[in-house]
């Protein structure tokens, strides 16, 4: 991609050219917000961060090969040569240029985007699947990784920002993806990642506590979900036939609902809805329900299970629908499908007992797999679990009452602590566990995650389910000082080995 830097120009009125005023002949070859990624021929957009400021990168950029800069602040010291572009707002300046330097990359593709609490990622590999099954090219963008067809493409956030996800959507088209199906989270809608982006479908999951260290109200948490249907349904956004798909089982559909003005398509399996799943019946392998919809009763015998993902798998049916693809085809997809990477993931050596890792790292997702896990339940529930550090501190009370409501032994112990101290996050947690702890139950803190899982391998009898919560399909923990390798599929199964 290329384009004159004149023409980036043009799009920001007021902006006033510093150092280097040859703006005419320069030619940009790519856009970056990060000094780390920059080749030559690049544009440096400054961005004033939480933790750092990229205009303290000016002069690295400059020696990586930025031809030019963005700003919004003053520059004292100009190195020879560098055009510097002066802003009033570089974020909203990066939001106009991204979306026209790449092309307008969403405009050439069919857009899926979702977003709740938790079941995002859960419900991108289900339409994926569907729409695969349909024929179509897909490409995904989440959080175990980003994918262009077979090729994958790893990923720091859930959803990037504007620059990288621009050209990660450019890639897609040109590499003649039918579909994207991505992920988009409360942080990219508050801070405005998906600008540029034009949805043919939004998907709202849920929405129950999480991230209140961003949001910090739970009514701004609901504002910024409720984006992507403002988005959907603006009149910038010239697609034809937009649908928002809503889970309206819960409250805050109603409000989403209230501010869409496209077709919506309801779900759920409480209140009556355009598609509802009857007569569910969650086992151990799997789940049988009957989708009620248009096209009148379709019995699914599905290998994923528990409740929430009836609810994932009405969310990929309705945005399956919207996109006109056959009943049949849905029927075939859904019934294939496995599972996704470290989400209610078996892990079977031989065992005489189960052992379940589950990405679960809010109270509603941990309350789900727990209820789960006791509808499959032979023998003792063994939960082992943390909360993450510098993340919503007010979920770690809640998700230990939980553990120790449904599990019969519970070990807390440490997820990705970051900067915080491990042991702080467990007393944190310990509160909420000891307000339940009855008689009967038993409770343990080992902050080493590989000690607390080899702890409840050990204390497993037959039949019993030991779940592994928090982590899911993440292979490395993130410690005060460094991240350090660490899978707790591939630890189970060693430990599970060294047992034998
Ligand atoms: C709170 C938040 O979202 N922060 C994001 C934000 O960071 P920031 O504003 O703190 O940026 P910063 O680190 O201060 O850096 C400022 C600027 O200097 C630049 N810089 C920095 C260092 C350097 O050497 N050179 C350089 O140019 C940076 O690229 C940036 O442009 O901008 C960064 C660059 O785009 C993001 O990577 C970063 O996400 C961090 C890693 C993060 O952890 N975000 C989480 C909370 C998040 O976004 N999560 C959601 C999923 C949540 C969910 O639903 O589960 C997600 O979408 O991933
Ligand atoms: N529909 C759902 N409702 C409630 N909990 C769910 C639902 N789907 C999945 N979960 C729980 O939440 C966890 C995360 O699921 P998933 O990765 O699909 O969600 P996500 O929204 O993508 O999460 P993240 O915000 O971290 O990317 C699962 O491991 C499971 O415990
Ligand atoms: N996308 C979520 C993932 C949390 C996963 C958990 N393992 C943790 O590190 O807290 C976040 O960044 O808040
Ligand atoms: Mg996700």
């Known amino acids: 991609m290329k384009k004159k830097l004149q023409d980036l120009i043009d799009l920001l009125p007021k902006a006033i050219i510093e150092g280097n005023k040859e703006v005419t002949e320069t030619i940009i070859t790519d856009l970056a917000q990060d000094s780390r990624k920059i080749t030559p021929g690049t544009l440096f957009v400054c961005l004033s961060g939480a933790k750092t400021d990229g205009h303290d990168y000016i002069v690295q950029a400059y020696h990586q090969g930025a031809v030019a800069v963005l700003v919004e602040k003053d520059i004292d010291i100009i190195p020879q040569g560098l055009i510097v572009i002066k802003v009033a707002n570089t974020r909203e300046a990066m939001m106009k240029i991204a ?135 603006s009149t910038e956004n010239q697609k034809k036939g937009k649908t928002a798909i809503l889970n309206t089982d819960d409250k805050a559909a109603a409000f989403i609902l209230e501010r869409t003005e496209c077709k919506t398509i309801t779900y759920g399996i409480e209140k009556h809805a355009d598609l509802q799943a009857q007569n569910a019946n969650i086992q151990a392998k799997g789940t049988k329900i009957d989708i009620a919809g248009s096209f009148g009763i379709m019995p699914l015998q599905l290998k994923i299970t528990g409740l929430f993902n009836v609810y994932n798998v009405l969310a990929a049916v309705g945005a399956a629908l919207a996109e006109g693809i056959d009943a049949s085809i849905i029927k075939a997809a859904l019934e294939k499908f496995q599972s996704v ?160």
């Open 341 to 500: 990477s470290g989400r209610f993931e078996l892990v079977d050596e031989g065992q005489p007992f189960s052992v379940i890792v589950d990405y679960a790292h809010t109270p509603d997702g941990l309350e789900n797999i727990l209820k789960t896990a006791q509808q499959i339940a032979k023998k003792r529930i063994i939960v082992v679990f943390g909360c993450g550090g510098d993340r919503d501190k007010t979920k770690r009370p809640i998700m230990g009452r939980l553990a120790v409501q449904y599990g019969n032994v519970v070990i807390a112990t440490s997820d990705n602590p970051r900067t915080e101290d491990p042991e702080t996050i467990l007393n944190e947690i310990e509160a909420g566990i000891r307000e339940l702890l009855i008689p009967g139950k038993i409770y343990e803190k080992i902050s080493d995650r590989r000690q607390a899982i080899e702890r409840a391998l050990h204390v497993a009898e037959m039949d019993d389910i030991v779940i592994i919560a928090g982590k899911g399909h993440e292979n490395y923990q993130i410690l005060k000082d460094r991240t350090i390798s660490f899978d707790d599929k591939e630890v189970v199964k060693t430990i599970i080995q060294e047992m034998k």
């Open 99 to 233: 979306p026209f330097f790449f092309e307008f990359p969403s405009c050439k593709l069919r857009m899926i985007g979702v977003t709740g609490t938790n079941g995002k990622t859960t419900t991108t590999y289900l339409i994926r699947s569907i729409l695969q099954q349909a024929g179509f090219q897909v490409g995904v963008i989440g959080t175990i990784q980003n994918s262009i067809g077979d090729k994958i493409v790893p990923t720091q956030n859930t959803t990037p920002d504007v620059i990288d996800l621009q050209r990660l959507l450019a890639q897609m088209a040109e590499a003649n993806m039918d579909y994207v199906v991505m992920e988009v989270s409360s942080h990219a809608l508050a801070l405005n990642r998906v600008a540029g982006c034009e949805f043919d479908v939004g998907i709202f999951t849920n929405m129950t506590r999480d991230h209140l260290d961003f949001h910090v109200t739970f009514e701004r948490y609901l504002e910024a979900k409720t984006r992507l249907f403002q988005l959907l349904s």
